[in-house]
């Protein structure tokens, strides 16, 4: 018959089972682009403070103002890219740009004027 003691540093594949908040962490993570994380957010801030729980609203608050920030730094990011691009656009139309060609004599005439 095989040995059935278990390994001494062996973890059980039984995670789940138990109390479910063993690892301190009641809600699940938001999930979602940006700005769907930040709506998230805010939703859960309200439904806190409407709850009572003014520090739980407080820290989904700090949580919501963090996405806030990162979209407005997106947002200031593409806008200076946008820029950068319209200022290579100009100067290159401003090179294709045909030049007026002067006419010799009346470039003389204004050189000695």
Do not use: C
């Amino acid at each position: 018959m095989k040995n059935r003691r278990t390994r001494p540093f062996k973890r059980s594949n039984n995670r789940h089972s138990g109390d479910s908040f063993v690892n301190g962490n009641s809600s699940t993570r938001v999930r979602g682009n940006l700005s769907t994380v930040l709506e998230k957010y805010k939703v859960l801030a309200k439904d806190a403070a409407a709850s009572g729980d003014h520090i739980g609203a407080e820290n989904y608050l700090q949580h919501a103002e963090h996405y806030s920030r990162l979209i407005n730094d997106r947002q200031d990011r593409n806008n200076s890219i946008e820029e950068t691009k319209t200022i290579k656009t100009e100067a290159v139309e401003e090179k294709t740009v045909p030049i007026e060609t002067l006419d010799p004599a009346k470039a003389i005439e204004e050189a000695n004027s």
